[in-house]
């Protein structure tokens, strides 16, 4: 009989695409990650991956090999879940990751008030601009601003809200505040940015009929809205910015909406895990949990009439941030 750890360590080496990775994920030495596989190849008797410094890469039999000790794998781990969900206490890893700029508004007191409730569960947090493989990189839950489109994730929209233009009360004061979009044009602007070579904002009025679009060159381009805050607090332009980053500013009246009758695009914040998997007790819980705290962080969310920008929303490798 083949040896079944050798082949789940295989698995996650190959999901990995690293010795290193897998080890970490599995916590072993990576000797003994490299040695089981090798154990593995002998044992079969054929070569099942290729080695050099910084690539592996699958022979044809490893290949197919893969196929067969995957679902070895998924077979073995929802033995360990049906174990787990009948435990009377919940415990475990939970691998989350999400977006910038929700660090201290969402994702923190979310997560805080879940471990008050299961103490025992470990939350690891990544925190990352970039689309995130959920199956490669060992994720159990995503946070994302847009839609999920893998037919492999289970997705469910937390919140639905619009961009808003803000600026500080003081910056304000000493200018003359603009009425109309194109009144922006005689002030600083900072926009978030993914290095596109263009700016632009478009903005409907809450009549729902007027539209306008307003290209523009950003006294400040950045692709964190933490960064733009401060600029935004020091007093020294306009920026737009989620009200779901840092919303007690607004609460508290360090930042103020410019032009409300003009609003910005609408997004949608999703929560999403692996559809085809026998979910974990703590995974399935955590989702469970976040869609019921989540929409009571941010009770007033400004509501607008237009879609986010469909070249941002499905921008191929990259978050975009709320």
């Known amino acids: 009989m083949k040896d079944l750890n050798a082949l789940l360590i295989f698995t996650k080496v190959v999901e990995a695409s690293s010795f290193s990775e897998a080890a970490r994920r599995l916590k072993m030495p990576i000797s003994t990650v490299s040695r089981r596989i090798s154990e593995l190849e002998n044992q079969l008797g054929v070569r099942l991956l290729e080695r050099s410094t910084h690539h592996l890469r699958l022979t044809d039999l490893g290949a197919e090999v893969f196929e067969f000790a995957r679902h070895t794998a998924e077979v073995s781990e929802a033995v360990d879940n049906v174990i787990s969900n009948r435990l009377p206490e919940v415990s475990g890893v939970l691998r ?16 805080g008030a879940f471990q008050q409730a299961y103490p025992k569960v470990r939350v690891q947090a990544f925190v990352t601009e970039r689309i995130v493989d959920q199956i490669a990189e060992d994720v159990d839950i995503a946070l994302k601003v847009g839609t999920f489109t893998d037919p492999t994730l289970d997705a469910r929209k937390l919140l639905t809200y ?14 003359e505040a603009p009425q109309t979009p194109r009144d922006l044009l005689q002030h600083r602007l900072f926009a978030f940015s993914f290095w596109r070579p ?24 950045m692709n964190d809205y933490t960064g733009i805050v401060v600029a935004l607090l020091e007093g020294d332009g306009i920026g737009e910015l989620p009200p779901i980053v840092q919303p007690e500013l607004m609460r508290k009246g360090l930042l103020v909406e410019v032009m409300p009758d003009w609003h910005l695009p609408v ?28 929409p009571g962080l941010f009770a007033s969310l400004p509501a607008g009439f237009i879609p986010a920008d469909p070249e941002i929303a499905k921008a191929p490798s990259e978050w975009r941030n709320p």
């Open 162 to 175: 619009r961009h808003q233009l803000v600026a500080s009360p003081a910056y304000l004061a000493r200018c």
């Open 267 to 294: 997004f949608d914040l999703t929560i999403a895990n692996l559809r085809d998997r026998y979910l974990p007790r703590q995974v399935r819980i955590f989702r469970d949990f976040a869609a019921q705290m989540v």
């Open 198 to 221: 263009d700016y632009s904002w478009r903005f409907v009025h809450a009549n729902g009929l007027d539209t306008e679009t307003l290209s523009f060159q950003p006294a400040i381009a």
């Open 96 to 111: 989350l990751c999400a977006p910038p700029s929700i660090s201290d508004s969402l994702v923190v007191p979310v997560v």
